[in-house]
């Protein structure tokens, strides 16, 4: 697959839905079940097959892009050095003894 390491990543960092909600939306579907026909709870159960797989497909396109921004805004960052950070600061004091 194309994105099996960000499906990875995904994974590792996914926080599971509110179980509340879940419960909610399975006892919903039980309770519209018992008043539709068989072949409407097939129509109902193709559709909520195909929102799922759509919210799957979204939510890994948003990390995917919250990650490649991630790393964008990552590579323009000047990482810290305390060492580079010392040489200028003794830098800065040379300059300004040696020009006083």
Do not use: H
């Amino acid at each position: 697959m194309e994105y099996e390491y960000m499906r990875a990543l995904r994974q590792r960092f996914f926080v599971e839905p509110d179980v509340a909600l879940q419960r909610e939306i399975e006892e919903s579907w039980r309770r519209l079940s018992n008043r539709v026909s068989k072949e409407d709870q097939k129509r109902i159960l193709g559709l909520m097959d195909m929102q799922a797989a759509l919210m799957e497909e979204t939510s890994l396109a948003s990390f995917v892009s919250g990650f490649q921004l991630a790393l964008g805004i990552a590579g323009e960052l000047t990482p810290y050095s305390f060492a580079r950070d010392e040489e200028d600061r003794a830098e800065e004091r040379r300059d300004c003894c040696g020009k006083a």
